[in-house]
Structures are given as C-alpha cells and as structure tokens.
C-alpha cells in the first residue's frame, strides 16, 4: 500500500481512491433486497403520511363519518332495493308486473355501479388506509365511469 500511497500521495488517498471504486461498483447493481428495502420504506412513509394526515384533520371525523354513513346507507338501499324487487319478480304470474319489476331493478343496478367506486373509497379509507394508494385508482375509476360505459 506504501508504493499506492506514494503514487497517490498518501495512504489516505489510496483508501478513497478504492473506497470511491468500491461504493460506484456497489451503486451499478441494485438487488431485489435493496428493492425490498426501499418498497417498505415507500410504504412506511406513505402510512406515516396518512396517518399524519388523519391526525391533523381530526376536526373533520364528524363530518366524514357522515358522508360515509349517508352513502353506505343509499348504497345499501339500493342494493337491497334490487334484491327484493328481483325476488318478487319471481313470484309474480302477470308477465308485465314481472318485467315492470326487473327493469327498475335493473335501472336501479346501474346506479349502484356508479356509487361502487363511492364505497370502495370509504371502505379503503375506513379499513384498509395503508392500501388506500391502490384502492384509489381503482375506485376513482370506476366512480367516474359514465354512466353509459360498461362496467370492467
């Protein structure tokens, strides 16, 4: 190392010479494990973030707690609504109260598409907030979905 030194100037040259070789070696291969490592740090800050956020607009809990209520409830309605219309229906013998029946049922399914991506919304924020990431885009695009789309 003398003779490296001596060229270099000193030993401590040599040594940042092959400690700057060695981390831009080390820098060219990134491994799944660094991957993993960074994902979870990813993760970790996002749900630090969240969290944060929650914390911070915890004046506004009353107020989320009932839009999600409002449009769990119609949601729920709705959903029920068509249940008991399509069960009825079966039971009817008048052909035209029976496709009276499933029409507005039908109609009424539509609508509950479109407020799917409402309720994925609540239900992510409400039981799955480290995830919300995924659910979002998912829900945004779904809830904003045209009404004359078909549904994926």
């Known amino acids: 190392m003398s003779f ?3 060229i270099f100037g000193t030993s401590a040259a040599t040594n ?3 400690d700057t070789v060695s981390n831009g070696l080390d820098k060219i291969w990134y491994t799944k494990e660094e991957q993993a490592e960074d994902a979870m740090k990813s993760r970790a800050a ?11 607009t915890k004046g506004q809990n009353i107020a989320r707690r009932a839009l999600a209520i409002l449009l769990a409830s119609i949601w729920s309605l709705m959903f029920v609504g068509t249940l008991l219309l399509k069960l009825i229906a079966v ?4 052909p035209v109260t029976h496709a009276n029946l499933i029409q507005s049922a039908g109609m009424i399914s539509e609508d509950i598409d479109q407020m799917t991506g409402a309720m994925m919304l609540i239900l992510g924020f409400y039981f799955a907030a480290p995830h919300l990431d995924k659910i979002a885009g998912a829900a945004i695009a779904k809830f904003g979905k ?3 789309e078909p549904s994926a």
Do not use: C, Q, R
């Not at 996002?46 to 911070?56: H, R, S």
């Open 4 to 6: 490296w030194g001596n």
């Open 16 to 18: 940042k010479v092959i």
């Open 46 to 56: 996002a749900a630090e973030f969240l969290l944060g956020w929650m914390d911070t």
């Open 91 to 94: 039971w009817i013998s008048d």
């Open 146 to 148: 045209a009404k004359n």
